[in-house]
């Protein structure tokens, strides 16, 4: 990850951190009895600057952990602290300072794109006049001045995307809150995206975000968490998490779907770690093409092949023996 | 936090205790105003358009009803209508039912369509504007919008000579008292259905509006129904809306009458807004 831009720009000097966790915990109260529990006592601290991450399958925890630092969501147990305030007292002060990009857009279809962002800077407060000249500023940032006065329902799936940022932005706000900012997007727009978050994060605004793709949470993210079952599985940032959870590199042995087990008792004396997947095995080594010349010299003859650097994907496959998105 | 335009580092150092204190943190009239002026704009498209029929049905209620009707109805004799004219005997009715359904609009499918469909509420409350704030805000609207088309239906009713003397003014707050009593309620509903919207707004509309209008002394005096069908308009918000209406716009409604249905419009208002933000909150805090 790029490191943020000296000058004015550097990370910011405050030693409060943005978001400080511990033992916090969400249940939700079920039809059966028993309470359902969502996070299951996760700790963690964020400082100022950092663009945070939370990688993990639907049903993580993730969303419920963002509502409980945007104030929406009263924690259940544990301690939490948002800019260094408790969300049980201070939901309001703290709300005034952060930017909540929701995992499903709630602008108003019946409105203009201008006239979101316009009503929503006025519940934060701002002024008239603020309001306009910071909806036109970021209409720029966002790549929508040309559609300032189209219908929200007019707009395509990246369109609205952006303006959910854009509007994100219009207090200005310490902390930015992205739950799946580009779920649902084409690879271009995600692209675009991408493009405005790391120009705010060079900007130093401390981002949060939580993604199942692991190569959002590779281009964005200092730091993450790897999130399975309401728990935290795994800390670091990318490099070290697959470092430490995955080898250098991975072949990959495509078969005809159901054959692949049939492999496995020559590939397992070559390589120590292997996952099988429906359509592939996947065998972890730190050196690739030799690997896989020792594969096809023992006999194994895959419909293809191919040798790959280490991503997040395989840490979550070692840490939890599932795939992300397919999980 | 630094003035909007300020870049977003300004700010960074100074975050640790201050920034708080000059927090643009709205105070709450300040929040709900513009949780009011939020609606006012989504209003806006549709302004013309609904003064257009704001007009329109009064107009035509008035001929079909007041001059067709009414030409039948005074051939028996004007006695049972208190001795007015029968367009004089429903008009202050008419502009209590108008403003009845509008309220029923905007806190039906309107209201159920920012929780629901495109869940412009949850927006509203990540921001320092709290749930009960903004379902304040949506009172405050109903309120408006509601006072304004009844302000309409009355210059149409003064045209027709059917808005009785000067203190037929006073049907106006008595029609929004009577729309906001019934609006807390079906907000209340709104907040708390989640699929069968569809459903549960017909059932409202079909065991709830429509038989309040038929049967709250609307079309004839209360007199007219038997005994036991009677507590259906004791019961019915509108028929003390009417009651109320009439006594401003005709006269001769004693005054601990009048109270007395003031009263009940009142209670009626004041619990279903305790039930209502009670809702906001169990839906928006979870």
């Given at each position: 990850m790029n490191p943020p831009t000296a000058g004015a720009t550097a990370a910011p000097t405050s030693r409060t951190p943005m978001i400080a966790a511990a033992g916090l915990t969400k249940s939700f109260p079920s039809d059966d009895g028993d309470d359902f529990v969502a996070v299951k006592g996760i700790d963690l601290v964020v400082p100022a600057g950092e663009a945070f991450g939370f990688l993990g399958p639907n049903g993580a925890g993730k969303s419920t952990t963002m509502r409980m630092i945007a104030c929406v969501s009263p924690r259940t147990g544990g301690s939490l602290s948002i800019l260094g305030q408790d969300p049980s007292i201070d939901g309001v002060a703290i709300r005034s300072r952060l930017g909540v990009v929701p995992q499903q857009d709630n602008l108003d279809e019946d409105l203009t794109v201008r006239e979101n962002l316009y009503i929503y800077g006025?519940?934060?407060?701002?002024?008239?006049?603020?309001?306009?000249?910071?909806?036109?500023?970021?209409?720029?940032?966002?790549?929508?001045?040309?559609?300032?006065?189209?219908?929200?329902?007019?707009?395509?799936?990246?369109?609205?995307?952006?303006?959910?940022?854009?509007?994100?932005?219009?207090?200005?706000?310490?902390?930015?809150?992205?739950?799946?900012?580009?779920?649902?997007?084409?690879?271009?727009?995600?692209?675009?995206?991408?493009?405005?978050?790391?120009?705010?994060?060079?900007?130093?605004?401390?981002?949060?975000?939580?993604?199942?793709?692991?190569?959002?949470?590779?281009?964005?993210?200092?730091?993450?968490?790897?999130?399975?079952?309401?728990?935290?599985?795994?800390?670091?940032?990318?490099?070290?998490?697959?470092?430490?959870?995955?080898?250098?590199?991975?072949?990959?042995?495509?078969?005809?779907?159901?054959?692949?087990?049939?492999?496995?008792?020559?590939?397992?004396?070559?390589?120590?770690?292997?996952?099988?997947?429906?359509?592939?095995?996947?065998?972890?080594?730190?050196?690739?093409?030799?690997?896989?010349?020792?594969?096809?010299?023992?006999?194994?003859?895959?419909?293809?092949?191919?040798?790959?650097?280490s991503t997040l994907e395989d840490v979550f496959l070692h840490l939890t023996g599932r795939s992300l998105v397919d999980g | 936090m630094s003035a909007p335009t300020g870049r977003s580092t300004e700010h960074a150092e100074s975050q640790a205790v201050p920034a708080v204190a000059h927090a643009t943190t709205p105070s709450g009239w300040r929040a709900r105003a513009t949780v009011w002026e939020y609606l006012v704009l989504t209003w806006r498209p549709y302004f013309f358009s609904g003064l257009a029929s704001a007009v329109i049905a009064p107009l035509l209620y008035l001929l079909a009803l007041g001059y067709g009707m009414g030409s039948l109805i005074e051939a028996r004799g004007t006695a049972a209508l208190g001795g007015v004219r029968y367009v004089e005997f429903i008009g202050p009715a008419l502009l209590c039912a108008a403003a009845l359904q509008t309220g029923f609009g905007e806190s039906s499918w309107a209201l159920f369509g920012r929780f629901k469909w495109h869940r412009t509420l949850w927006g509203i409350t990540s921001t320092p504007v709290t749930p009960a704030q903004a379902a304040e805000g949506h009172v405050l609207f109903i309120a408006t919008r509601v006072a304004v088309s009844s302000v309409l239906y009355y210059l149409v009713l003064l045209v027709f000579g059917a808005a009785g003397g000067g203190a037929?003014?006073?049907?106006?707050?008595?029609?929004?008292?009577?729309?906001?009593?019934?609006?807390?309620?079906?907000?209340?509903?709104?907040?708390?259905?989640?699929?069968?919207g569809p459903g549960a707004f017909n059932l409202a509309m079909r065991f709830g509006i429509i038989p309040m209008t038929l049967f709250s002394a609307s079309f004839f005096p209360i007199t007219q129904l038997p005994w036991a069908m009677r507590w259906v308009a004791f019961l019915s918000p509108l028929w003390h809306g009417n009651e109320l209406a009439r006594g401003?716009?005709?006269?001769?409604?004693?005054?601990?009458?009048?109270?007395?249905?003031?009263?009940?419009?009142?209670?009626?208002?004041?619990?279903?807004?305790?039930?209502?933000?009670?809702?906001?909150?169990?839906?928006?805090?979870?």
């Open positions: 006025r519940y934060f407060g701002l002024s008239r006049k603020q309001c306009w000249s910071k909806a036109d500023e970021l209409l720029e940032f966002a790549q929508l001045t040309e559609k300032a006065k189209a219908k929200v329902a007019a707009l395509s799936g990246g369109m609205k995307r952006r303006l959910t940022i854009a509007r994100s932005l219009v207090n200005d706000p310490d902390l930015l809150l992205l739950d799946e900012p580009t779920t649902g997007l084409d690879p271009q727009a995600r692209h675009v995206l991408w493009d405005r978050l790391f120009r705010l994060k060079q900007a130093g605004v401390t981002l949060v975000l939580t993604t199942h793709y692991m190569d959002e949470a590779e281009q964005l993210c200092d730091r993450l968490v790897v999130m399975d079952g309401g728990v935290i599985a795994a800390e670091g940032s990318p490099a070290a998490l697959i470092a430490q959870y995955s080898t250098r590199e991975v072949v990959e042995l495509r078969f005809v779907p159901g054959t692949q087990r049939s492999v496995l008792p020559v590939v397992e004396q070559i390589v120590e770690r292997i996952e099988v997947l429906p359509d592939r095995l996947l065998l972890y080594t730190d050196t690739g093409e030799q690997t896989l010349e020792s594969v096809v010299a023992a006999g194994v003859r895959p419909v293809s092949a191919l040798v790959r650097r | 037929g003014v006073l049907m106006l707050p008595v029609a929004v008292l009577t729309a906001l009593s019934c609006a807390v309620w079906v907000m209340a509903l709104s907040a708390t259905i989640d699929d069968d401003a716009a005709i006269g001769g409604l004693p005054g601990w009458q009048a109270a007395g249905h003031l009263v009940f419009l009142v209670a009626l208002s004041i619990t279903g807004f305790v039930v209502m933000r009670r809702r906001f909150d169990v839906r928006l805090v979870v």
